[in-house]
């Protein structure tokens, strides 16, 4: 079904399974901009990389060491170069999560974003985050384009709701509401 369709968001909510494996090979293989997230990002382990488009990947520091088999501490200190690591593996966009967010391309582009506010560690988060870059996918974006658009515009609608609620307390539901007013900009 990912062939009749134009983008695919997947890996939110999901348990580690087997069953992985076999849909992150197929969506891997569709036609269809591809972001992955969660329990299919260890899937690529498994599967390796044989996509029509270039995926998007969406890993927190945990998930993004077990896919280079090095540590979270790792991670930290080198998020750029551990990025770039990911990129190159599974030839995809990858974004290293953190207070300062990093975009990374195969071959060494990367770009960051120090905006947003502390409530965007909340659970479900990164979630909304997918979604985002789901729906620039959908939309025709291309997947950088995507993943750039869709980390500011996280950031700056958890910076909105921190001005409104606090920098921490709101819930990941309120982050999508902020999106509208943010896309002008």
Known sequence: DANKVDAVIAGPGMAQNDTCDDIAAALLASN??????????????????ASASTPVLLPHAGELASLLDCSEEEIERDPIECGLRAADRFRAIVLVKGVKSHVVTPGGRAWHYEGGAPGLGVSGSGDVLAGIVGGLLARGAEPLNALLWAVWLHGEAGAALAKKVGPIGFLARQISDEIPALLPR
């Open 32 to 49: 269809a901009s591809i972001a992955l997230d969660a329990a299919l990002l260890r899937a690529l382990q498994t599967t390796g990389k």
